[in-house]
């Protein structure tokens, strides 16, 4: 079974910039979720997805920060513009769905914002 | 609320040697703990879970926790660790009622000398 794929795994840029970020969660999976996590930190719950819906955004930072996953299947993650703050590793992660099922992380994608 | 505390950020061990990571919880609701491992550049990964039954859960690669309610703990040990064990070691809450939104602790590196 093929796992959580994320791309790119590493992304450089200027502050003000814009930037996506890409999760291809595990076939079948109806669950997504999008973590930032800072260093030092545990990683901190963005957006939760059931399908194409969004059950939870409470902490994504909506002024800047916008996610999509259109098809119930792939995500992208994007942040317009990146402040310096957003340096992080942005983490997606999927789950079946029913009641006690795991967490299954992806590789991350570290962003440096300078 | 849920808030997760891992009181150690650092822990050195000496390889064959016993180890213990520490968690304490803070939660109104019941929850659903878990271990998860963080190895260098590399995502998130189920150590072990606790959903009901037994307090004492054992995990992957010799890993075990226990669940002590009324101490609201769940400790991570190993009997005797290997250099490979070296990486980051999260525990998470899960509510019950809101299974699959998870609450990290800040980590605990762990890093086993020869």
């Known amino acids: 079974e093929a796992g959580v794929a994320q791309s790119p795994r590493y992304k450089i840029i200027e502050k003000r910039q814009s930037v996506a970020f890409w999760c291809n969660p595990i076939?079948?999976?109806?669950?997504l979720y999008w973590y930032q996590q800072i260093l030092g930190q545990g990683p901190k719950l963005l957006i939760q997805?059931?399908?194409?819906?969004?059950?939870?955004d409470s902490q994504l930072p909506k002024d800047r920060f916008s996610a999509e996953r259109l098809k119930g299947v792939d995500s992208t993650l994007k942040i317009q513009p990146a402040k310096l703050e957003d340096s992080a590793v942005y983490l997606c992660?999927?789950?079946?769905?029913?009641?006690?099922?795991?967490?299954?992380f992806g590789p991350g994608t570290r962003l440096t914002v300078l | 609320a849920q808030s997760v505390t891992q009181l150690d950020s650092q822990v050195p061990v000496f390889e064959e040697a016993p180890v213990e990571l520490r968690c304490n919880y803070s939660?109104?609701?019941?929850?659903?703990l878990f271990w998860y491992v963080q190895y260098p550049n590399q995502g998130l990964q189920l150590l072990l879970k606790?959903?009901?039954?037994?307090?004492l859960v054992k995990g992957i690669n010799g890993f075990e926790a226990e669940f002590n309610k009324s101490q609201t703990s769940f400790h991570l040990r190993k009997p005797s660790v290997h250099i490979s064990d070296t990486a980051e070691y999260f525990c998470?809450?899960?509510?019950?009622?809101?299974?699959?939104?998870?609450?990290f602790g800040s980590g605990t590196k762990l890093n086993v000398k020869p």
């Open positions: 998470a809450v899960s509510p019950i009622a809101n299974f699959n939104k998870f609450y």
């Open positions: 939660s109104s609701v019941s929850v659903y």
């Open positions: 606790y959903l009901s039954g037994s307090t």
């Open positions: 997805f059931q399908n194409n819906g969004v059950v939870d």
């Open positions: 992660a999927s789950a079946s769905g029913s009641s006690t099922d795991t967490q299954y």
């Open positions: 076939s079948g999976h109806a669950t």
